[in-house]
Nanobody, 115 residues
Framework: QVQLVESGGGLVQPGGSLRLSCAAS????????MNWYRQAPGKQRELVAHISSGGSTNYKDSVKGRFTISRDNAEKTAYLQMNSLKPEDTAVYYC?????????WGQGTQVTVSS
């Protein structure tokens, strides 16, 4: 029903910024909660940011004030704006759509923060 395609990852220096995009296909995007997860090598996958269908947001404590999740229902796209990036933000970032049925996942995009 909904397919997710991620883009925007890359290599950035500490203190830099990146914006990740998650473009969705399908007819009921506006009813899904959208999430960004990340997984670093040797670490558990963790929820980074959440936005409800109504626009309410929640963040992992370590990214509060630095990351912003948003959604554009007309464009059927979710975003993760990442500022003041730190080396510990290095991970593969995955977009997730959560609804009544099975969750949908993007393909993952690598974010590397290094000098």
């Amino acid at each position: 029903q909904v397919q997710l395609v991620e883009s925007g990852g890359g290599l950035v220096q500490p203190g830099g910024s990146l914006r990740l995009s998650c473009a969705a296909s399908g007819s009921i995007f506006r009813f899904y909660a959208m999430n960004w997860y990340r997984q670093a090598p040797g670490k558990q996958r963790e929820l980074v940011a959440h936005i409800s269908s109504g626009g309410s947001t929640n963040y992992k404590d370590s990214v509060k004030g630095r990351f912003t999740i948003s959604r554009d229902n007309a464009e059927k796209t979710a975003y993760l704006q990442m500022n003041s990036l730190k080396p510990e933000d290095t991970a593969v970032y995955y977009c997730n759509a959560h609804g009544v049925g099975p969750d949908l996942w993007g393909q993952g995009t690598q974010v590397t923060v290094s000098s």
